[in-house]
Structure formats: structure tokens, C-alpha cells
């Protein structure tokens, strides 16, 4: 079992940045690449972008290209999703998850992600 804790959410104005973090435990954290997944109301979820398990390789959507990158710390079981030049599109509840090492995590239907975090609100304002 993968425990995943979000943070850093909250309001922004567009055009302004925010840093999720994503917190770890329970197993061995390089094992699992991750993954940050978006849902805004009224809306499916949304593959925002992922990272493999040794941190070489990301992977990210049309939508956040150039202005979302992600990282990971292993040492520190942290995933974090810079958000620069965020627009009110952005918003949206996003969630990170864990995709075991070997799986299809760059596919984008998340099919690939077991575990999974509760969420932390981003909301962009004009």
C-alpha cells in the first residue's frame, strides 16, 4: 500500500505560480513513478503530467506544456508540480498517484496508477 498526501493548493491570480507537493509513505518511493491528475467541476479527470521512477523521464499533457514541470525527490518521498503562468483553466482539484515501476505510466488514462491521494484545491481568479 501507497499513502499519498497532497498540499500546497490554493488561490492564485492568473498569470501566478504555485508548487504542489506530494508526500509518500508506505513503500519504497523510487519503485513507483508518479503522476499528477486534474478534475474540474463538471469534468472527467485530466492527466496533467508524470514522472518515471528514477526521475529521468517526464511526460506531460498539450494543456500544461511550458509552463507545468514536475519533480521528484527520493529521498525525500516527494513528487512536486511547479505551476508557472497558471490560467484560470487551471482550475481544478489535482491529484497525484503512484504507478508501479514498469507500468504504462505515461499513458495518459491513468490506467497505470494504483494508489492514489485525496486532492488539493487550485483555484486560478482573473
Known amino acids: 500500500q501507497v499513502f499519498l498526501q497532497e498540499s500546497g493548493g490554493g488561490l492564485v491570480q492568473a498569470g501566478g505560480s504555485l508548487r504542489l507537493s506530494c508526500v509518500a509513505s508506505?513503500?519504497?518511493?523510487?519503485?513507483?513513478?508518479m503522476g499528477w491528475f486534474r478534475q474540474a467541476p463538471g469534468k472527467e479527470r485530466e492527466f496533467v503530467i508524470a514522472?518515471?521512477?528514477?526521475?529521468?523521464?517526464?511526460h506531460d499533457s498539450p494543456a500544461v506544456k511550458g509552463r507545468f514541470t514536475i519533480s521528484r525527490d527520493n529521498v525525500k518521498n516527494t513528487v512536486y508540480l511547479q505551476m508557472n503562468n497558471l490560467k484560470p483553466e487551471d482550475t481544478a482539484v489535482y491529484y497525484c498517484a503512484a504507478a508501479e515501476e514498469g507500468s504504462r505510466w505515461y499513458m495518459s488514462d491513468g490506467k497505470a496508477y494504483s494508489y492514489w491521494g485525496q486532492g488539493t484545491q487550485v483555484t486560478v481568479s482573473l
Open positions: 508506505g513503500r519504497t518511493f523510487s519503485d513507483y513513478a
Open positions: 514522472i518515471d521512477w528514477s526521475g529521468s523521464a517526464t
